[in-house]
């Protein structure tokens, strides 16, 4: 992905391969791909969260923590990013793809 | 936990029943120590209880010797750390190189694994398909058995639809055609009442910690006597060190190191809840749930029930998709704000997933259990009815 003048380079899945390349403008490019055309207050308000707790713990949050956490419950978050929690907003956060059982 | 409706009974129990608890902690506090290595009061007390959780479950799955009055050898009830460990041993221990394995496309990846390695060294493997609802034709069973088939190796059910085999045709089949018969217990033992004898199971493997209600780290493999797996772990048994090699009888063969102590005390309380419980009265209940919500499910429109619908034949674990939804992420609304705990994904089991058509995704899968009640499955239903309504907006 060419944010700017600089390559990003996405897994298959579009996560960050090296979140710590992160910005603004990486998240905004992100999240046009999400299909998202504007990052709103809530948005930011979601992926500032979750990079706030990856960098503290190096892991993605659990949802529900997160949901009580910002006072929102899980069907806003999947307004916001039609993804979920998961494959869309820790996408937007720039963190690499979090394991699930498939 | 305080507001969570736990619906993911296949993947382990939970609660667990306090005395299970108590067991445990009681092991702890008043004799936990190693059998076998001494022959001090506390060691031979734990030795007593290893040996007569053995008994335990050996009788519970050969109920029709018991009756008869005759003994089934306690030591050919093996203890290992889970279901899977025990079916690694079997498979192990019955095929080689050239040999033929029959099994099926509903197994969990604890079986399907196993045999493609076993493939992948030079033997041969058959993956009979069940019929549209998940059952198995025993005729089908017949067919894949070839001169060299060493082992016939199936779920009794499966971890996906809750579908249920009939253990006695299948059996009948495999004895007439002088193939052992393994059967993956993970999701029946303690839910169904299964004889051994009357089934012509070779091996039976099972887990402990799902409804036979024990701690994580416990499972097994109970050995007809008229069969034997030969051994592919190797080690102390705290009796012979002299010897160089293993010990070839009896537990021993299949056992090696020292065993989940604590965890086989928690199992043996956990057997003896179910059979003061009743095994019948516990699956009358989950399936009188189940019943409600399969019922309530099906009503939804965009709701899709994979599998059979049949209450008879079955345990209480249902698997769904809802229309326009990525399953995981039914999982997570419903946790999130309904509280609702299931399963997603595809289980471990991929056969079955792509015979019903849900791959790559899988399925929503819910799995009733004893502490479950008619108010959690009224709030899972309206979480799937409230979710389902969304995308229809």
């Not at chain 1, 998240?27 to 969260?49: L, P, Q, S, Y």
């Not at chain 2, 007439?176 to 393994?182: C, H, K, R, T």
Request: glycine share 10%; hydrophobic share 40%.
């Amino acid at each position: 992905m060419k944010v700017g003048d600089k390559d990003i380079a996405l897994d298959k899945d579009g996560f960050m391969i090296d979140p710590e390349v992160w910005n603004d403008a990486v998240a905004r490019a992100i999240a046009m791909d999400e299909g998202i055309e504007a990052m709103t207050e809530e948005h930011w308000k979601v992926v500032n969260f979750i990079r706030e707790y990856w960098k503290k713990t190096g892991l993605a949050p659990a949802v529900r923590p997160m949901c009580q956490e910002l006072n929102v419950n899980v069907r806003q978050i999947y307004k916001l990013f039609t993804s979920g929690p998961a494959r869309g907003a820790c996408r937007v956060a720039g963190l690499p793809k979090p394991d699930g059982c498939v | 936990m305080d507001g969570i409706i736990y619906l993911d009974n296949a993947a382990t129990s939970f609660p667990k029943p306090d005395v299970v608890h108590d067991t445990v902690r009681d092991f702890y506090s008043k004799y936990g120590v190693n059998p076998g290595r001494t022959g001090c009061d506390l060691a031979l007390k734990a030795e007593q209880m290893i040996h007569g959780t053995r008994k335990g479950l050996s009788d519970f799955f050969n109920q029709s010797i018991v009756d008869a009055g005759k003994v089934k050898d306690p030591n050919r009830l093996v203890f290992t750390m889970n279901a899977t460990m025990s079916l690694n041993l079997i498979i192990n221990g019955c095929v080689k190189p050239g040999d033929h394995v029959v099994t099926t496309k509903l197994e969990h990846n604890s079986v399907i694994r196993p045999v493609n390695h076993k493939v992948r060294a030079g033997s041969e493997a058959t993956f009979v398909a069940p019929d549209v609802e998940g059952y198995l034709d025993p005729e089908s069973i017949r067919k894949g058995i070839k001169k060299n088939t060493t082992l016939v190796i199936i779920n009794h059910a499966s971890n996906v639809t809750g579908v249920v085999q009939d253990l006695e045709a299948i059996g009948k089949v495999c004895a007439e055609a002088g193939v052992p018969l393994a059967v993956d217990c993970a999701q029946t033992a303690g839910v169904i009442p299964i004889d051994m004898t009357k089934c012509n199971i070779s091996f039976l493997s099972f887990t402990g910690h799902k409804g036979l209600y024990g701690p994580t780290g416990t499972g097994g493999i109970c050995v007809a006597d008229n069969a034997t797996i030969k051994g592919s772990i190797f080690g102390g048994t705290g009796v012979r060190s002299a010897d160089p090699y293993h010990l070839e009888e009896y537990p021993y063969c299949l056992e090696a190191g020292t065993l989940n102590l604590s965890g086989i005390a928690g199992l043996s309380a956990g057997l003896k809840w179910i059979l003061g419980k009743g095994i019948d009265s516990i699956y009358h209940h989950e399936m009188e749930l189940m019943g409600m919500l399969q019922e309530g499910l099906a009503a939804i429109e965009g709701v899709k029930i994979h599998g059979t619908r049949n209450l008879k034949k079955r345990v209480a674990t249902l698997s769904i998709t809802v229309a326009g939804y990525d399953p995981s992420d039914v999982g997570t609304i419903l946790d999130v704000d309904y509280g609702v705990q299931s399963r997603t994904g595809m289980q471990c089991a991929p056969l079955i997933h792509e015979h019903h058509g849900t791959t790559p995704r899988g399925t929503i899968r819910f799995s009733v259990g004893p502490f479950n009640t008619k108010e959690h499955i009224e709030t899972a239903i309206r979480g799937v009815s409230e979710i389902a309504a969304d995308r229809r907006k």
